[in-house]
């Protein structure tokens, strides 16, 4: 029920009450003071209603003003939160750009001083494929195709280079661009099969470069678990790599 309506009861209940008072059937046994301040009572009761009414509306204004307020600052702040939260989400492809970036410009370093430190002999070797010094060329002329961008170049020079079986410290560097180029070529499956194969060369150089790239291979084919799993492996075997700043800021 609400508040008029109880009022208006009570004030009906009053009136009956006053009426009921002032016509008894025994006046003699009322007299005419007592008839005069039951008059009175019933006038400060009423007033005093009519006070409480009024401050009831006023509280209930209030009250009403305040849950306003109250759900434009709720309003407020889910916006607020929505906003941090796109900053935050804006925040992390940034992150996740700059170490691509960072990544890209390492990878090509590397490439660059590899091609330096590959040194040239005017011996001749007779071997019965390529000699150390046609594989080396054949190597660089490999690793320039993918300075260059021409992935399906590259490949086939690193690919035909492996399989020459020739014995030399080059051929894991052979097997990691191999795997760095399907990388690139975004068939990640591929990629992470090749980059396995890095392994097998247990004193490659390359090691920690095919942790990295094989993580983020899982990465992006969305096994979070596996890319993971590797950048653990990366940062506790491998804990002077160059790699290993950028593996804590990825594991999750």
Known sequence: MSFKKKYRYLLLSIGILFICSCSNTKPLSLSNQNAETLKVDSSIILDTLNHNQNQLIYFDEKNKYYESKLNKLNNKIILIEQKLGEIESENSIIVESLLNIEDNIKILSNSYNEIAQISFTDEINDLPLLSTEDFKERYVESLAFYQNGKWEKSLEGFKYLLTLGTDTDLLDNCQYWIGEIYYKLKKYHHAIEEFKKV????????????????????????????????LVQLVENHPNSEYVTNAKELIK
């Open 199 to 230: 392994f097998l060369y247990v004193d490659s150089n390359k090691i920690d470069d095919a942790l990295y790239k094989l993580s983020k291979s899982y990465a992006f084919l969305g096994d979070y678990k596996n890319a993971n799993k590797v």
